[in-house]
């Protein structure tokens, strides 16, 4: 039996870098991926506690307990809105906001960022009506304490990386309808077919926040927000997607070499 010099060579060189490369690639989609559907699965509950404490408001299915004020913090915020050169030109405004801390049978619980209007005339030791929402504080009194979706803690990495979660969810979303088509239409579908309705779904995605953001100004602030974009990105990406399908077939792409079955995507 003879033994291979370059085998010796290989073997005492270490790993082969190329392989190394591509394991460590793997670790850092493997890690991405992770991340992404933490992020999907983190907005996916926020938006279905807000849809659900909404509908619950207005259905009157909240659950109501009698309950005790006992404590009532507050933070004020002053200064002067924008305007002139130094700044100091705009209106001086006031802000303040409450945590308000009520017992409930035995338990206590906390609820944070109360507005002003929605904590006036509260008091320690006075007795309320709390309305919750499997245990958490939605109303005192008829009033909505509520913070629903708010520039804080979690809220806030949601409205900086929802571009990329929602680009994400579309590239899933294409990749999803693109296989299906190319297993019922029996045609080939390249990385670049795909790419064109996915930047399609991703810019129509993009023109739905900024009509959120416009409809903001006035006041509109559907709590189910993150639907809006991902939905209407979706519905663009898989039309055009389509279209594309269509159009390869009725060129007559479809992989004959293995038999007619399609190319994987």
């Given amino acids: ?51 659900a404490v909404a509908l619950a408001r207005s259905n009157g299915s909240l659950r109501t307990v009698g309950a005790t004020v006992t404590g009532l913090t507050g933070h004020t915020e002053s200064g002067r809105e924008g305007g002139g050169q130094d700044g100091g030109s705009g209106r001086w405004f006031v802000h303040t906001e409450y945590t308000i801390e009520l017992r409930v049978g035995d338990e206590l619980k906390t609820v944070d960022g109360v507005p002003d209007d929605s904590a006036h005339g509260l008091q320690e030791g006075q007795r309320v009506e709390a309305g919750l929402w499997h245990g958490r504080i939605v109303e005192i009194d008829g009033r909505d304490v509520w913070p629903g979706w708010h520039p804080g803690a979690w809220d806030i990495a949601l409205f900086v990386l929802y571009p990329l979660i929602m680009g994400y969810l579309l590239a899933l979303a294409v990749a999803a309808f693109a296989y299906v088509m190319c297993r019922r239409d029996r045609v080939r ?77």
């Fill in 1 to 51: 039996m003879t033994q291979d010099p370059a085998g010796d060579v290989r073997s005492q060189a270490g790993p082969d870098p190329g392989r190394t490369g591509t394991v460590k690639a793997r670790a850092v989609r493997l890690v991405f991926r992770l991340f992404m559907a933490a992020l999907i699965v983190l907005l996916g509950v926020r938006t279905y506690e807000e849809t």
């Fill in 189 to 265: 579908l390249e990385r670049r077919d795909r790419a064109g309705p996915w930047l399609l779904g991703f810019l129509v995605g993009v023109a739905a926040i900024s009509a959120l953001i416009g409809c903001a100004a006035f006041g509109i602030r559907p709590v189910f927000w993150p639907l809006v974009p991902v939905g209407a990105g979706t519905v663009a990406a898989l039309v055009r997607l389509r279209v594309v399908v269509g159009r390869i077939r009725a060129a007559g792409t479809m992989d004959v070499s293995d038999g007619g079955r399609p190319a994987p995507v």
